[in-house]
């Protein structure tokens, strides 16, 4: 019998060749003699979203025809990352691709590179949704993710004279060969106007909505692909376009260009990811962002049910929504609003299925970033939601007085509308009240919640907080970035751990085999080399591959202190130009992070980095004893090939500060140990490798309570520590920035003024571990087993054990297998 394999689904590397071939031909037009780089790429990429087709429709078939109960994780932010490698990783398919390649004379490694990853976060949250998605699919659980299709994804950044400067990011310009648009599902969402009562057919008063605006939602849909699995998840994003005949109609007077402007504005929607991280200011455009998805994203929900025949009742029972932070929680008074205005539902029956139906999760702990919006600006662009919410305030502080009787105090710290000055809605108060579970991403996070930020909310519904620590994917973050160590896990211990975290577990067996430590450095060696001549490529700079290479990847933020890190730097700068000869460990600073383009002093930050650099790498006393380098615009296509080569992970945030990270799991699975403080996830990381794996430093958070009721001053340790005091003079002499000082006098003024984030109290233990982590790094095989007793630890931080966890515990979503049949 002849088979001969379908050019859309064959695996085979001669089918693979010949699909490809047909897809350059008739995708691409062109021969491979006249193909461009991102030609080939489109072609790949289009013969493997060919062979991920079929499941995905077969998904989606078998989701409608049992009306199964799904996740829909709503969140403005998703940070995907490029998708082709991690498509043929979850296929099973890269060795085959690979081969295939190569026999046409292409390098797969090449045409990954090719790829634009779209940018549509700004860090953690938006990386944490993507790691979710990964995770539902490949446990099989039905699930959609819900956001925005941004024009502009977060910016490029660029480095000039050591100041970040922005580049808009045009990741959509070569196509988008992973996305189908789906038209017909387009909804239409109102924005402005006014409310009115008037009576319905039957004479009964209802509240009608008179918008003077109504933009059109289109949807996009990315394929999830789990790993080795037959589920295919659905990533849908909004795009926004102008109604037309609406806008024509409004300008009817013959105002073409008014209408064309108006189609503009519309489009504005989902033009720009706004580039803050944990800070919230109230721009009107963003406000529209968030309404606009999350009314999109509803309707599409009740479209679903509609086909389904579920009758609307029943939304608890068919979908749960898990708010991704408060960006998407005017879904609450969306809902109601659907549920009464459009389906003459009774406020208690809307209220009894709104409150069953959505869960929040709270990811930061900073006053600054919790959204607050004006009540002028909600009520001018929702109107009718502003009446919901007092209307959902009204009752809520009902329930509160009778739980807590003549305790006005409390009535207005909890009101969801804060009257202390001007007006503003509090977007996590309204979150915490229409919610059934509220958690947040560590252990320590939803401690300090609960203790902290909502601890009213907390006293009034104890039964509503849950922890649930975050996770990172696996898939992503070894199986696809890390081909090395993973190699050597296979030979070792099988790959099971790719669907099981915890069989890393395993590796401990082997930690005292000498020959597996050889294999070990072995392997963390080549990395480095690669990383070494990337950066020599890139940058020009000379890194000694045997330096440690200490890295702190992440966004910038005083409160994750950066400038700690720079301060340790100019420390041991100090002490070889004190001493020429001094014994130090050889060192490689690598930074990599982005800040928000209004942020002055996060941008100050990294020019200090790239000034010390320019001093530090140029010092011939230095003798190549320290190396400094500011690896520009990092992305996740760019942590993948960071995280492998990391010996030192940087993760030094002030206690109560950093909700989680995962930049901190990352490294961690990889092989880096942690220098760190007891914040976020840092504290269980610790308790999973245990104490002797992991450097530990600084204040405790209650001990940075402590210090600040009883009178924090900066100046004393600077006085007291001749080389915090050095270090400091070092920048405000103007050293670092030929003579002038005062570029970095801004910086110097806050750390020796106010210092919130309490650096100088955290300086002399932070030098004196990182001394320890020279002593430990001379020591080879006591570094070998701390990496690999690190890696071997990791198995509580896979997003798999997350997503279990929330399954388990409020989702109540069981698995669905996926049949491959036709
Ligand atoms: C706030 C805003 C305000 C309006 C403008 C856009 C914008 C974007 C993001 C945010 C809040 C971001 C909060 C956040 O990213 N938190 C991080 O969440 C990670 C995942 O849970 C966690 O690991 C990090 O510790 C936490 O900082």
Redesign the pocket.
């Known amino acids: 019998e002849v088979r001969v394999e379908d050019d859309r689904t064959g695996l085979s590397i001669e089918t693979l060749k010949r699909a490809f071939a047909d897809n350059l031909f008739y995708i691409q037009g062109k021969f491979p003699e006249i193909a461009s780089r991102n030609d080939f790429y489109m072609a790949l990429a289009y013969t493997v979203r060919d062979r991920l087709l079929r499941r995905w429709l077969n998904t989606a078939e078998t989701y409608t025809r049992n009306a199964s109960r799904t996740v829909a994780y709503m969140s ?2 998703f940070l995907m990352g490029p998708q082709l490698g991690n498509n043929l990783i979850n296929l099973g398919i890269y060795d085959q691709v690979n081969q295939a390649m190569k026999e046409l004379g292409l390098d797969l490694e090449e045409l990954l590179e090719e790829e634009e990853e779209p940018g549509l976060g ?7 949704a993507a790691c979710y998605l990964d995770s539902l699919a490949t446990l099989e659980i039905p699930s959609l993710g819900y956001g925005i299709r941004y024009e502009f994804g977060i910016f490029e950044q660029d480095i000039k004279d050591g100041w970040q400067v922005e580049i808009t990011d045009k990741w959509l310009s070569a196509g988008n060969p992973w996305e189908l648009p789906r038209p017909e599902w387009s909804v239409e969402v109102k924005l402005g106007g006014h409310t009115e009562m008037r009576a319905d057919e039957h004479g009964h008063f209802k509240v009608y909505w008179l918008p003077d605006k109504i933009v059109k939602g289109i949807p996009y849909d990315t394929p999830i692909l789990g790993y080795k699995t037959n589920t295919a998840n659905t990533l849908r994003l909004w795009k926004a376009e102008a109604v037309e005949s609406f806008d024509f109609y409004a300008f009817d007077s013959g105002d073409y260009l008014g209408a064309v402007h108006q189609k503009t504005v519309s489009e504005n929607i989902s033009k720009v990811l ?8 109230g ?1 009107e455009l ?1 406000l529209a962002q968030q309404i606009f998805f999350v009314s999109c994203s509803l309707k599409d929900m009740t479209r679903i049910m509609a086909g389904q025949n579920v009758p609307l009742e029943q939304f608890a029972d068919k979908f749960v929504i898990q708010l991704n ?1 408060t ?1 998407p929680s005017v879904a609450i008074p969306e809902l109601m609003r659907l549920l009464i205005d459009e389906h003459n539902m009774t406020w208690d029956q809307a209220w009894g299925i709104t409150k069953k139906t959505f869960a929040y ?1 709270n ?2 702990l900073l006053p600054e ?1 919790l ?1 607050r919006w004006p009540i002028s600006l909600f009520g001018r662009m929702l109107p009718r939601h502003l009446e919901i919410i007092y209307e959902i305030n009204n009752r809520f502080l009902d329930e509160v007085r009778m739980k807590f009787p003549d305790d006005v105090d409390r009535l207005r710290r909890m009101s969801l509308i804060d009257e202390s000055g001007e007006r503003y809605v509090r977007m996590a108060f309204l979150a915490c009240v229409g919610s059934y579970s509220i958690n947040g ?2 252990a320590l ?1 939803t401690e300090l919640l609960q203790k902290d930020v909502l601890h009213d909310f907390y006293e009034m519904y104890p039964e509503k907080f849950n922890n649930k620590t ?1 996770g990172i994917t696996p898939r992503r973050f070894m199986v696809l970035s890390n081909p090395r160590l993973c190699k050597l896990l296979h030979s070792k211990i099988g790959d099971e751990w790719v669907k099981n975290l915890y069989e890393l577990r395993k590796l401990e067996g082997f930690v005292d085999d000498p020959e597996f430590r050889h294999q070990w450095r072995q392997m963390k060696q080549e990395i480095k080399q690669d990383v070494v001549d990337y950066i020599k490529s890139t940058t020009g700079i000379n890194v000694n591959v045997n330096s440690m290479f200490d890295i702190q990847a992440k966004r910038f933020h005083e409160y994750k202190r950066q400038h700690l890190n720079v301060l340790h730097i100019i420390t041991l700068y100090n002490r070889i130009k004190a001493n020429p000869n001094i014994e130090i460990t050889p060192r490689t600073f690598l930074f990599g992070g982005k800040a928000a383009p209004g942020y002055y002093m996060a941008k100050l930050i990294i020019k200090l980095i790239n000034s010390v650099g320019d001093i530090v790498n140029r010092d011939p006393d230095v003798r190549d004893r320290l190396k400094v380098v500011f690896l520009k615009d990092f992305s996740v296509k760019f942590a993948q090939k960071i995280y492998p080569a990391a010996e030192l992970s940087e993760q030094i945030s002030t206690a109560g500060k ?5 930049g901190n799991m990352k490294f961690a699975l990889n092989g880096a140990i942690t220098i760190g403080t007891l914040d ?2 840092n504290v269980e990381i610790l308790e999973e490798v245990g104490a002797e794996n992991f450097f530990l430093c600084g204040l405790t958070t209650e001990e940075v309570y402590a210090l600040k009721a009883k009178g924090y001053k900066p100046w004393e340790y600077y006085k007291k520590d001749p080389e915090l005091k050095l270090a400091i003079d070092r920048i405000a002499s103007g050293f670092f920035s030929h003579g002038d000082p005062n570029l970095f006098k801004p910086l110097v003024d806050h750390l020796l003024g106010n210092d919130q984030y309490m650096l100088m109290a955290d300086y002399r233990s932070y030098i004196d571990t990182q001394d320890e982590v020279s002593q430990a790094y001379r020591d080879i095989d006591r570094w070998t087993r701390m990496s690999i007793l690190n890696v071997a630890r990791m198995g509580k931080f896979s997003s798999d054990r997350s997503i279990r966890d929330y399954c388990e515990d409020f989702w109540k979503i069981q698995p669905v297998k996926i049949d491959l049949k036709q």
């Not at 706004?274 to 200011?281: G, H, I, R």
């Open positions: 403005a932010e700004n860090g953690g949250l938006g990386r944490l706004y580039p803050n991280d944990n800070s919230a200011q721009k963003r932070d960006h999760t990811h930061t970033a959204e991403v560590a996070h975050n950093e909700a989680s990270g995962t976020g996830a």
